[in-house]
């Protein structure tokens, strides 16, 4: 099973993107291709699922993607595809709030989910929502999650880095938001 393929975007198709990780190309199944940029590299976090004719990826961005994705296939009669849609067209947050509120409305809105299939994501998964972070933007958890990779891959460990993660600017480039993390960790 893969948690993560890290490698550079090689192509980008309608629904899905291709990584190219050390001269293999993966063809892992997005909610937005084209979030992704053509020769940049990225983490893309992976969801394999086996079926007896196809081996199928399903990347996501961001780790809290992932996790929401696990949570919504476990719901019975929604698939891997029926699941995918709700992360391009939805944000984390807006989905967690229209379970825990019970909005059948806003879950239907999403292809292929209907009454009862919205009904019964909302039996499943309200109350079970709490492992995603609250209050933070999607793209400050992706920068911290780079910024704490290259910070470990310095020799840090994580109990001194992470009360240093608030105190530095994520507008900044990585280069200087690292400049920044190596300071305040030589206090």
């Given at each position: 099973m893969y948690d993560y393929i890290k490698g550079v975007i090689a192509n980008i198709k309608t629904n899905?993107?291709?990584?190219?990780?050390n001269?293999?190309?993966?063809?892992?199944?997005?909610?937005?291709p084209y979030a992704f940029e053509i020769g940049k590299t990225y983490k893309v976090y992976v969801y394999q699922q086996i079926q007896e004719d196809e081996h199928l990826l399903y990347g996501f961005?961001?780790?809290e993607e992932k996790d929401l994705f696990l949570k919504l296939i476990s719901v019975k009669g929604l698939g891997c595809k029926m699941a995918l849609p709700f992360l391009s067209t939805g944000s984390?947050?807006?989905?967690?709030?229209?379970i825990e509120r019970e909005?059948?409305?806003?879950?239907?809105k999403f292809p292929k989910i209907g009454d009862k299939l919205a009904k019964q994501?909302?039996?499943?998964l309200k109350g079970k929502l709490e492992f995603i972070g609250v209050g933070i933007s999607d793209d400050q958890v992706q920068t911290e999650s780079e910024l704490k990779d290259v910070l470990i891959g310095l020799g840090y460990k994580e109990k001194e880095i992470v009360?240093?993660?608030?105190?530095v600017d994520t507008s900044l480039k990585?280069?200087?938001?690292?400049?920044?993390?190596?300071k305040l960790l030589l206090r």
């Amino acid at each position: 099973m893969y948690d993560y393929i890290k490698g550079v975007i090689a192509n980008i198709k309608t629904n899905a993107i291709v990584v190219d990780c050390n001269g293999v190309g993966y063809l892992i199944y997005v909610s937005n291709p084209y979030a992704f940029e053509i020769g940049k590299t990225y983490k893309v976090y992976v969801y394999q699922q086996i079926q007896e004719d196809e081996h199928l990826l399903y990347g996501f961005k961001l780790q809290e993607e992932k996790d929401l994705f696990l949570k919504l296939i476990s719901v019975k009669g929604l698939g891997c595809k029926m699941a995918l849609p709700f992360l391009s067209t939805g944000s984390i947050q807006g989905i967690m709030d229209a379970i825990e509120r019970e909005n059948v409305l806003y879950l239907k809105k999403f292809p292929k989910i209907g009454d009862k299939l919205a009904k019964q994501i909302i039996l499943d998964l309200k109350g079970k929502l709490e492992f995603i972070g609250v209050g933070i933007s999607d793209d400050q958890v992706q920068t911290e999650s780079e910024l704490k990779d290259v910070l470990i891959g310095l020799g840090y460990k994580e109990k001194e880095i992470v009360p240093i993660l608030a105190k530095v600017d994520t507008s900044l480039k990585l280069e200087d938001q690292v400049k920044d993390a190596l300071k305040l960790l030589l206090r």
